[in-house]
C-alpha cells in the first residue's frame, strides 16, 4: 500500500490469526503500524471521532484457541478513522472477542469476522 487518498477506497481487509485473542491482537497492532507508516506522508488527523460504538444489535462473540479473524474498514473517511477502527478491534481482540463490530459518526464501519 502506498500514501494515497481514501477516496476510491471502499474497504480495507486486515487478516490475523493467532492461539489466543492477545496474539491476534498484537498481530494487527503490527499491522496497524505498518498502516500509519504508509500513509505518514499524508498526515493523519490528530483529532478522533468519540462516538465509536457498538452495534445495537447482534451479540459479541467470545472464542478461545487457534482461529483466524479479518477485521474490515469499510468506507474510511481518512486515515484517522481507519486508525481509530483498528485500535477498536484491538481491544476487542485482546478480551478473546471473533465477532463484533461497531461505527464512526463519518460514517467508518469496523467488522471482526471469525473465519471458518
Do not use: W
Amino acid at each position: 500500500m502506498s500514501a494515497h487518498s481514501l477516496d476510491d477506497i471502499k474497504k480495507l481487509v486486515f487478516c490475523v490469526s493467532g492461539s489466543s485473542g492477545k496474539e491476534r491482537s498484537a498481530q494487527l497492532a503490527r499491522l496497524l503500524g505498518e498502516y500509519q507508516s504508509q500513509v505518514s506522508a499524508a498526515p493523519l488527523q490528530p483529532q478522533f471521532n468519540q462516538d465509536f460504538r457498538p452495534p445495537s444489535k447482534g451479540p459479541r462473540e467470545i472464542r478461545y484457541g487457534n482461529g483466524e479473524v479479518e477485521v474490515i474498514v469499510t468506507g474510511p473517511r481518512n486515515s484517522a478513522s481507519v486508525v481509530q477502527a483498528l485500535q477498536y478491534a484491538i481491544r476487542e481482540l485482546e478480551e478473546g472477542i471473533v465477532a463484533a463490530g461497531g461505527c464512526i459518526s463519518d460514517g467508518t464501519h469496523v467488522q471482526i469476522i471469525r473465519r471458518v
